[in-house]
């Protein structure tokens, strides 16, 4: 089962998850039934590959041998489409494996499906240390904070949903529609529906965080209820629940005035806040410095610079390397 997948393509190009989706193999279904039941974070993904294949239109009458030949020798010859080196044409009765080239053909062979939906999908990023604005088709207005993605369709049409995925960090201010149709940000560990409003969302690893500032959001999981949120409230993913946190504001969205605002914040927090930012390694030299806390607003526009301010707290010792970034005690030789 995967470890690494990260991107719908790859759930789409497995062999096994296609399985699973067409029901075509009992031992495959209960895997992936169960893999999906343990991680949660991969649910946004599951969905939109499902959703993929759902529109999928497959018309056994139309395919030719030719086209299942050609789908077997493609899908034998790709060992990431095989990792388990299985014989497709054993593992199939022949309706089930024509439906199967069907949507091998249709998603790999031709492409056509896969141009259509995912490719047609926007995609904006930013690297480390960088900060981008991006107006999308409805006229929202979302900043995108250092080392992020954010995926959307291109054509949004009137009167249906308008949906986004976010990877990292990013400040939305969505605009309301004339039919009030929904704004949806997915991200690993839950949804985030709106009308019209303005809100930050974290999305890194196994982290999650929303802060609303205005207006009205609904946060959803697939198990649980929704959650209403209310301006000022700040929900993060914790620990596989939802809590909710006391924070200031200023201090979650001092990233867009490209400043990291500590306030009696851990070491160890801001050290992972750098290295998302700017993909640099940071060690520190023993872990209990990672108890310190911080407290102050410090520029976060340029490494070099954000190193210098760090050593001016005298708190601790900061030394940049070809390595990457280590902090030590000031008293250490």
């Excluded at 949660?40 to 395919?63: L, Q």
Aim: hydrophobic share 40%; proline share 2%.
């Amino acid at each position: 089962m995967p470890q690494d997948y990260d991107q719908v393509e790859d759930f789409l190009t497995d062999e096994s998850f296609v399985n699973w989706y067409f029901k075509s193999n009992e031992k495959d279904v209960l895997e992936w039934n169960q893999w999906i039941k343990e991680n949660p974070s991969a649910h946004s993904m599951i969905r939109e590959a499902v959703a993929i294949f759902d529109s999928v239109k497959i018309n056994d009458t139309k395919i030719s041998q030719a086209q299942v030949v050609a789908a077997e020798a493609r899908l034998m010859a790709n060992d990431k489409l095989n990792p388990r080196k299985k014989n497709s044409t054993q593992a199939f009765t022949q309706t089930r494996w024509l439906k199967y080239a069907a949507a091998i053909i249709m998603l790999l062979i031709s492409g056509i499906v896969v141009r259509s939906i995912l490719f047609s999908r926007a995609k904006i990023n930013t690297e480390f240390g960088e900060i981008k604005s991006k107006i999308l088709p409805d006229g929202s207005e979302v900043l995108l904070n250092a080392n992020t993605q954010l995926t959307y369709s291109e054509h949004w049409k009137q009167g249906e949903d308008r949906e986004v995925w976010i990877k990292g960090e990013a400040f939305f201010q969505v605009t309301k529609t004339p039919n009030k149709t929904r704004f949806i940000v997915h991200a690993s560990q839950f949804d985030i529906y709106v009308t019209g409003t303005r809100f930050n969302v974290m999305n890194r690893d196994d982290k999650s965080n929303v802060l609303l500032q205005e207006g009205q959001v609904i946060l959803r999981r697939e198990e649980g209820k929704d959650i209403v949120m209310a301006p000022g409230d700040f929900l993060e993913f914790n620990d596989d629940h939802l809590q909710k946190k006391r924070v200031n504001a200023e201090t979650v969205t001092a990233w867009k005035e490209r400043k990291i605002n500590f306030d009696n914040t851990l070491l160890s927090d801001a050290v992972e806040l750098i290295r998302q930012h700017y993909g640099v390694t940071v060690r520190l030299e023993d872990e209990n410095l990672g108890r310190l806390r911080l407290t102050g607003i410090l520029p976060n526009d340029n490494l070099d610079v954000l190193i210098e301010a760090l050593a001016a707290l005298n708190e601790f010792r900061v030394i940049k390397n070809k390595e990457g970034i280590e902090i030590s005690k000031l008293n250490s030789n």
